[in-house]
């Protein structure tokens, strides 16, 4: 039986959850400006994140996912601990280069190392790390550990709703074009993450609270008569993230709904007051 480590990276928000300590977190880096690097959730926690962009609108964060360096580090020392096998979970491919990173490097480690690709991020990476881990304490192969991943990967979907266009254009996930005439109108995009890790603008509307009523209806329709795991991740906007929490309990009162930040990583796309409500299918 092959001794298996999980990584992942923190765009996963494991850090505001309960989780195995032996479970790796990659950390992503928050910058601001050229001087200032903060590493996610050590440095700067999503609270004291969200304060600060929201007192600076114009101060608009950059990130990277963990330097090569500090991953071939973990990886090493894992190897020295006798780990045979590393599996590295990371945020959607089409949000980062992070597992492109992570298998460009697997063949300069001793350590055997996979790479999975959740194509989702927040409380949807981290189901899916949680899992793996306590399927690789269990004693189940890789293969075991993937096939059960590619299953939540293939049954998992996350809708959002933003405040603001700011940070979407400012960072590359809406054109200047969209984005300056979505201010002008007050539009908000209601966003899904879709099966293929991508981002993609469903309809806009008029105002945050109607996009948040979209979000609700759509996580309704897409999970009558399922059995589903419910998460809501959000941007330092707790008031919304209990409307949507009770608005889903009296249309499912028995469901359980995990609740959780978007980490600082991911607030730099969706700006201060973003939400995000998802759903896993599992099977009855």
């Not at 004693?139 to 809708?159: F, H, W």
């Not at 603008?201 to 399922?226: F, G």
Request: aromatic share 8%; glycine share 6%; net charge negative.
């Amino acid at each position: 039986m092959s001794k298996i480590a999980v990584l992942t990276c923190s765009n996963a928000g494991l850090d505001y959850l309960e989780y195995p300590k032996d479970i790796i977190i990659l950390r992503s880096a928050i910058h601001f400006g050229t001087d200032e690097t903060y590493d996610d959730f050590v440095d700067m926690d999503a609270k004291t994140f969200y304060e600060r962009i929201a007192k600076d609108p114009d101060d608009i964060p950059k990130t990277s996912y963990v330097s090569i360096g500090k991953l071939m580090e973990y990886l090493e020392e894992l190897h020295d601990k006798g780990y045979e096998e590393a599996l590295i979970i990371t945020i959607s491919s089409q949000l980062s280069g992070l597992y492109e990173a992570v298998k460009r490097i697997a063949s300069e480690v001793k350590i055997k190392v996979t790479a999975f690709d959740s194509l989702t991020l927040a409380y949807a990476e981290a189901y899916m790390v949680l899992e793996a881990h306590k399927m690789a304490e269990a004693g189940k192969s890789m293969q075991e550990i993937v096939k059960a991943l590619e299953k939540i990967r293939a049954n998992d979907r996350i809708y959002f709703a933003v405040d603001t266009l700011l940070y979407l254009v400012k960072n590359g996930r809406l054109s200047k074009l969209q984005g300056t005439l979505g201010t002008m109108l007050q539009l908000k995009p209601l966003l899904v993450l879709g099966d293929d890790g991508k981002v993609q603008s469903l309809e806009k509307i008029r105002t945050t609270h109607k996009a948040q009523l979209r979000v609700l209806e759509k996580y309704i329709e897409d999970t009558k008569d399922m059995n589903v795991v419910t998460f809501i991740s959000h941007a330092h906007n707790e008031p919304a993230a209990v409307w949507f929490k009770e608005e889903i309990l009296k249309v499912y009162p028995n469901r359980e709904v995990v609740t959780a930040y978007l980490t600082p990583v991911v607030g730099a796309h969706t700006g201060p007051k973003g939400i995000g409500v998802g759903y896993i299918k599992l099977e009855k």
